[in-house]
Nanobody
Framework: QVQLVESGGGLVQAGGSLRLSCAAS????????MGWFRQAPGKAREFVAR????????NYVDSVKGRFTISRDNAKNTMYLQMNSLKPEDTAVYYC?????????WGKGTLVTVSS
């Protein structure tokens, strides 16, 4: 069972940038489709971005397109989310997700707070 640990969250002013990381314990990390989800206070968890096992295919929710970039380094068993031009509405707990077939694994999340 893969274990996922997020890092890189924090407090940033609107317009600023943060880079989230997700470190995976699994040596077969490259087999997993990886993604980021987020959950704002009082709201349901929502999809943010996804990257294929090779990194060749990425998908984003419309609200972050052009501002966020998902990437992965299979040699380091790590996935990243570069977040630029952050907005107060990006404030949420960000969760790392690993998917293998129909099975999902989740990290515990890292809090991102964007002040106006």
């Amino acid at each position: 069972q893969v274990q996922l640990v997020e890092s890189g969250g924090g407090l940033v002013q609107a317009g600023g940038s943060l880079r989230l990381s997700c470190a995976a314990s699994e040596r077969t990390f490259s087999s997993y489709t990886m993604g980021w989800f987020r959950q704002a206070p009082g709201k349901a968890r929502e999809f943010v971005a996804r990257i294929s096992w090779s990194g060749g295919t990425t998908n984003y929710v419309d609200s972050v397109k052009g501002r966020f970039t998902i990437s992965r380094d299979n040699a380091k068993n790590t996935m990243y989310l570069q977040m630029n031009s952050l907005k107060p509405e990006d404030t949420a707990v960000y969760y790392c997700n690993a998917r293998l077939g129909v099975i999902d694994y989740w990290g515990k999340g890292t809090l991102v707070t964007v002040s106006s």
